[in-house]
Structure formats: C-alpha cells, structure tokens
C-alpha cells in the first residue's frame, strides 16, 4: 500500500469547479447588494449635506451653493472623505415664490469617483431636491443613476 500526501487529479478538478461556482454566483447575486449599499451610502451622505445645509441657511438666510463638483465645503463642514465610496458633491438652488414668503428648491448632487472611468459597473449618481420651507425628511426627492 503506498503512502501518497499529494491530491489527486480528481480532487483537484472538483474543489476548481465548487471555486467556478462559487464566484460565478457572486457574480450575479453580490452585485445587486453592493449596488443597494452604494444607493443606501449616497442617501446617507446626501441627508448630511441636508442637515448642514439646512443650518447654514438658519444662520445666513440663504443656503450655499458649491457651483460645482466638489470635495470639501468649509462653510457646510462636510467633506466627501467622509463618504467611503463617493468622493463629491454639488449645490445648486434656486427661489421659488410661496404666497408672501420665498422658499428655497436645493438640489444635491453626488458623485463617485468613477464617473469619467471605464468602470462602468461601479457608476452610482445620486440627486435629491428639496425645499427648505419643508422640514419632512419624508419631501426629499431623489433621483438615482445606476449603470
């Protein structure tokens, strides 16, 4: 009777295919979670440029407006490091006429670093506007971008 201690031919084809499998069902099932919890993590991060906004223009009477993409705001105190996968925002408002009053529309813009890449299975845009005479979270509308 021989003593072998190497795998046989065999062995090794089957724990290749289980390992072929394993990966092919990642492949199509763990995309569509990563996809929700980028969605879930722009939300996140567009309810903190919310709140911070919303307490700016508390204390300046108009919100802050970024014009453009950007990393960090100073007078938001937020940074997109912050973020883990989105790496800028963008503020735009505009007035909107409400009986005797004027109300805000803010629009929030977020981006992930691979908007300009070939990496299209990572792309995740996420917009979200609001007004700021409505204090429910329950108003914000968003709008998504998945490729």
């Known amino acids: 009777m021989k003593n072998n201690k190497a795998f046989t031919v065999t062995e090794l ?29 722009g939300r996140i991060f567009i309810d903190q440029i919310i709140d911070q906004e919303r307490r700016y223009i508390a204390v300046n009477g108009v919100p802050f407006e970024t014009g453009s993409y950007v990393t960090k705001s100073a007078p938001l105190f937020i940074d997109a490091k ?5 790496s800028a925002f963008k503020v735009l408002y505009s007035i909107k006429k409400v009986s005797t009053s004027d109300s805000y529309l803010v629009t929030i813009m977020v981006k ?34 998945v490729k």
Do not use: P, Q
């Open 82 to 86: 912050s973020s883990g996968y989105f």
């Open 112 to 145: 992930d670093s691979t908007e300009n890449s070939d990496d299209a299975f990572n792309h995740v845009k996420i917009t979200a506007v609001y007004s700021t005479t409505c204090e429910n979270k329950d108003a914000i509308s968003y709008t998504e971008e």
């Open 13 to 41: 084809i089957v724990t290749t295919t289980l390992i072929f499998i394993m990966v092919a069902l990642w492949v199509f099932i763990g995309r569509g979670h990563i996809k929700v919890a980028m969605l879930n993590e």
